[in-house]
């Protein structure tokens, strides 16, 4: 069975930000970037920064397996029982471990929080999972909780001051998690089956009440050949279904009840492989088709999440695959050649599966790094940093002029004719568009300004259009230490706040360094 390409050597994201005009920056290469990102983010004084950006290397989303604690032992897709949650370490009932970054804070400085790690993690550490925000069943925003899970412990904060609201504690590490929730604060996510031997399965299913940590039901997933192996497992909610993209296969699940509602069937032409699936206003199936072959190219499918029928293809270029969907609505996938690695560029696709405009990214004034040169550790083809899309833009960030830690600019392309709208910069600072959620959003992409050596974070806005940006949110001087640490992994702007999480966390930092910056945020 034909699998996706090779995978790039992995490269650290990109380290500070704020921008000015700059001079096009050189393009990084494999490793050769590797090395000079540890020169600069050493003599930068970093330290543990450096591992929160790597990836996996393993093709799975956490750090190992462990031996399993208690199992569920409900019948596949009901309830598992109790619906009890069990406290892991740095739960509620652990020492507070937290550092106040509020105190000694200037003038017009935003209020934060600090959460330090406090789960325990595996000799060689673990990925987080994507961030989720959800109404926590308060009058209104500021009971809003902000949700995130870390190799077997899922923690819910409350978004106005850190506080944990609670903590779920699976029997084995999370190995995957969707981007997107479902209707009234549900979700769904897989962990693993306890195994230690180093091939362990993906194969647990767990519906998880975002609003209570409350378990729902519990499902594992079943193989019958190569087909469906669930040594690699993906999932993509979209309404009341999840999607789990199970080897070459695609269940559909109805998060409500765990009821199966479909399974994807291959066509007979093309030959054709589901490579991941997406999921948030749309779902999609891509695939890689004719690998090998001089016709070889991608597939989009745009699928009912209520049945399985597809209701519109998109096929690429000959010679090209696709590897990232920066958005499913408007669809905007980043799209790779198989002959040359460094030659990518961004298609925009219309509502009905044709191709608007194609825009490479390997020619021009400034270069570009897919997912702002965070790699590739298997992860799904949405998790991919760096890129946002608002109204029929889409907001790019440029590569640092002078390695990891330099200034770059942000870089706005119209959706509909594949042109450059505008470019911006913050002087001496590296920008990074951030992913919104929730209601008031407008018009304008919202850009972290990444914290650095001797320099605080700070959110901003820039309009539609272009301009001077309009500054949200200026990070407070006690949190720039940890914040540049972190290197934002993960950043997310919702409910007048920002969140920052590192990609992933060591068991223990470089240089000796016990304790690790989990989650930042600040508000209004």
């Not at 003038?107 to 330090?116: A, C, H, N, R, V």
């Not at 693993?192 to 209570?212: E, F, V």
């Not at 696709?322 to 408007?330: A, N, Q």
Request: proline content about 7%.
């Amino acid at each position: 069975m034909a699998g996706p390409p090779p995978q790039r050597p992995h490269e650290p994201v990109p380290g500070n930000p704020y921008v000015q005009p700059v001079p096009a920056p050189k393009r990084r290469k494999g490793a050769v970037a590797w090395v000079v990102a540890g020169a600069v983010i050493a003599a930068a004084g970093v330290g543990a920064g450096a591992y929160a950006l790597l990836k996996e290397d393993d093709g799975r989303r956490s750090g190992g397996f462990r031996a399993p604690l208690a199992r569920d032992t409900g019948p596949s897709g009901e309830p598992s029982g109790s619906g009890e949650r069990t406290d892991a370490p740095g739960g509620p009932d652990a020492p507070v471990r937290r550092v106040d970054v509020n105190a000694g804070r200037k003038q017009g400085e935003s209020k934060g929080w600090l959460d330090l790690n406090g789960v325990k993690l595996p000799g060689k550490g673990a990925m987080l999972g994507d961030l989720w925000t959800v109404d926590g069943g308060g009058p209104g925003r500021a009971d809003q909780l902000v949700v995130q899970a870390l190799y077997d412990t899922v923690t819910a904060y409350r978004a106005r001051d850190g506080e944990k609201a609670w903590t779920l504690r699976l029997p084995d590490r999370v190995c995957d998690t969707p981007v997107d929730t479902a209707p009234g604060g549900h979700v769904v996510v897989a962990y693993g089956n306890g195994t230690t031997s180093g091939s362990g399965k993906c194969n647990q299913l767990q519906q998880i009440d975002l609003r209570t940590g409350e378990k729902g039901w519990h499902r594992e997933l079943k193989e019958h050949d190569l087909s469906d192996s669930t040594s690699t497992v993906h999932l993509a909610m979209t309404g009341g279904t999840v999607t789990v993209g199970q080897g070459d296969i695609a269940h559909g699940y109805r998060v409500s009840d765990g009821k199966r509602l479909f399974s994807s069937r291959r066509e007979r032409v093309g030959a054709c492989f589901l490579r991941d699936v997406a999921g948030g206003a749309r779902l999609l199936y891509v695939e890689g088709c004719a690998a090998g072959a001089p016709k070889a190219h991608g597939l989009v499918k745009n699928v009912d999440p209520r049945t399985g029928d597809v209701r519109w293809r998109y096929r690429t270029r000959a010679g090209w695959s696709v590897d990232k969907v920066y958005s499913v609505d408007p669809l905007v996938l980043a799209v790779r050649n198989k002959d040359d690695y460094d030659k990518w560029g961004i298609v925009s696709v219309d509502g009905k599966g044709r191709e608007r405009a194609w825009i490479p990214l390997d020619k021009g004034p400034y270069a570009y790094e897919m997912c702002d040169g965070a790699g590739d550790a298997g992860e799904g083809v949405q998790n991919c940093p760096g890129g946002a899309v608002g109204g029929d833009s889409l907001y790019l960030p440029t590569e640092p002029k002078d390695g990891v830690l330099g200034p770059n600019r942000v870089v706005a392309f119209d959706l509909a004719t594949g042109e450059r709208r505008w470019t911006a910069t913050v002087r001496g600072r590296q920008l990074i568009p951030v992913r919104q959620t929730g209601d008031g959003r407008r018009s304008g992409v919202v850009v972290y300004v990444r914290a650095q050596h001797g320099k605080t974070g700070r959110t901003v806005r820039f309009p539609a259009g272009g301009g001077a940006p309009e500054v949200l949110l200026r990070h407070s001087t006690p949190a720039q230490k940890w914040e540049a640490e972190m290197f934002a992994g993960e950043t997310l702007y919702s409910g007048g706040r920002i969140f920052v999480a590192p990609s992933r966390l060591e068991p223990k930092a470089l240089g000796g360094k016990k304790e690790q910056g989990r989650l930042v945020s600040f508000g209004r």
